[in-house]
């Protein structure tokens, strides 16, 4: 039997890179500005940018949407509000990236508790080894950050939530789910910061480079959403999870680049652990030989750009 193409593994990757920079942006913008001020902001700019791209694709939407698509889209937004929380305070940038991207171990125990769809031992072996690699790489600062734990912890398993519905979302097209997704947590960050923000720390509407920095971080989560939907709606999600742990890896360097971060030896050695089952999945994952069936995307909708 054929093996999976490739091409979710590398949107997934691409998804990875996107929302790193984009929570480097918001961590830097939250000197200034909000935490709830910027997931709407966010927010709002991925319904912008993913209205304009469905209206130039003339994508199908509707409001009237399934009861998957609607769990993906209001447990995506509390993922949404507790990323954004677990990203600005207590916890050093590297450490935040590694609490909310621990959620391929819950994609795994949720595929198989839920789907009765069990992993086979090559993904077990990389998702223990991803999960080393988190323990490895996350500092001793949980003690003083309990709440951000709490909700560090709440984010990965939304987000899991979120990936098991994805991949059962194939039908649809996914510039709609991202619309739609767009919409619903647009309305939530929304009445978030309207009901509990204040309302003086917007300071990045105050500059120049403020303002482009919203503008990248909006386009950056756009992207990253589109190349995520289109990763768990065709490809394995338990194998699509553990090359999103590559996401730790961008968290790390973003650290040390923008933060000075120095980093020990089994720091060094849980990126290693992260960065080894992203590869082997994608080693492995080869393209099917010449009078294959078809692979699964070929049945698929159209793909988004």
């Given at each position: 039997?054929?093996?999976?193409p490739?091409r979710?593994?590398?949107?997934?990757?691409?998804?990875?890179a996107?929302?790193?920079?984009?929570?480097?942006?918001?961590?830097?913008?939250?000197?200034?500005?909000?935490?709830?001020?910027?997931?709407?902001?966010?927010?709002?700019?991925?319904?912008?940018?993913?209205?304009?791209?469905a209206?130039?694709?003339?994508?199908?939407?509707?409001?009237?949407?399934?009861p998957?698509?609607?769990?993906?889209?209001?447990?995506?937004s509390l993922?949404?509000i507790?990323?954004y929380?677990?990203?600005t305070?207590d916890?050093?940038?590297?450490e935040?990236t590694?609490?909310i991207?621990?959620y391929?171990?819950?994609v795994?125990?949720?595929?198989?508790?839920?789907?009765?769809?069990?992993?086979?031992l090559?993904?077990?072996i990389?998702?223990?080894?991803g999960?080393?690699?988190v323990a490895?790489?996350s500092?001793?600062?949980?003690?003083?950050?309990?709440l951000?734990?709490?909700?560090?912890?709440?984010?990965?398993m939304c987000?899991a939530?979120v990936?098991?519905?994805?991949?059962?979302l194939?039908t649809?097209?996914?510039?709609a789910?991202?619309?739609?997704?767009?919409?619903?947590s647009t309305?939530a960050?929304?009445?978030?910061?309207?009901?509990?923000?204040?309302?003086?720390?917007?300071?990045?509407?105050?500059?120049?480079?403020?303002?482009?920095?919203?503008?990248?971080m909006?386009?950056?989560?756009?992207?990253?959403?589109?190349?995520?939907?289109?990763?768990?709606a065709?490809?394995?999600?338990?194998?699509?999870?553990?090359?999103?742990l590559s996401?730790?890896?961008?968290?790390v360097?973003?650290d040390?680049?923008?933060?000075?971060?120095?980093?020990g030896a089994?720091?060094?050695a849980?990126i290693a652990?992260?960065?080894?089952?992203?590869?082997?999945?994608?080693a492995?994952?080869?393209?099917?030989?010449?009078?294959?069936?078809?692979?699964?995307?070929?049945?698929?909708p159209?793909?988004?750009p």
């Amino acid at each position: 039997m054929s093996a999976r193409p490739v091409r979710p593994y590398f949107w997934m990757l691409g998804s990875a890179a996107s929302f790193a920079t984009m929570g480097a942006l918001s961590r830097l913008l939250a000197v200034s500005s909000d935490w709830r001020f910027l997931a709407l902001v966010r927010a709002a700019l991925m319904l912008l940018f993913a209205g304009i791209i469905a209206a130039g694709s003339r994508t199908p939407f509707s409001l009237v949407a399934t009861p998957i698509l609607w769990m993906r889209s209001l447990v995506g937004s509390l993922s949404m509000i507790c990323t954004y929380y677990t990203l600005t305070h207590d916890l050093p940038f590297a450490e935040a990236t590694t609490l909310i991207k621990s959620y391929p171990i819950w994609v795994a125990l949720l595929s198989w508790l839920v789907l009765r769809d069990r992993p086979s031992l090559k993904v077990w072996i990389a998702i223990l080894a991803g999960a080393a690699g988190v323990a490895a790489i996350s500092q001793p600062h949980f003690s003083h950050a309990s709440l951000t734990l709490a909700i560090g912890v709440l984010s990965a398993m939304c987000t899991a939530v979120v990936m098991l519905g994805l991949n059962r979302l194939s039908t649809i097209e996914p510039r709609a789910i991202v619309l739609h997704f767009a919409l619903v947590s647009t309305v939530a960050m929304g009445a978030v910061y309207l009901l509990t923000a204040p309302k003086t720390t917007i300071g990045a509407f105050t500059s120049t480079r403020g303002l482009l920095m919203l503008l990248a971080m909006g386009v950056l989560g756009t992207v990253g959403q589109i190349a995520l939907t289109k990763a768990f709606a065709f490809g394995d999600p338990a194998k699509v999870s553990v090359v999103g742990l590559s996401e730790l890896i961008f968290g790390v360097i973003y650290d040390r680049v923008l933060w000075d971060r120095r980093f020990g030896a089994v720091t060094l050695a849980g990126i290693a652990l992260v960065a080894a089952p992203t590869a082997w999945l994608l080693a492995t994952s080869r393209r099917p030989r010449g009078g294959s069936p078809p692979p699964l995307e070929a049945s698929a909708p159209a793909e988004a750009p």
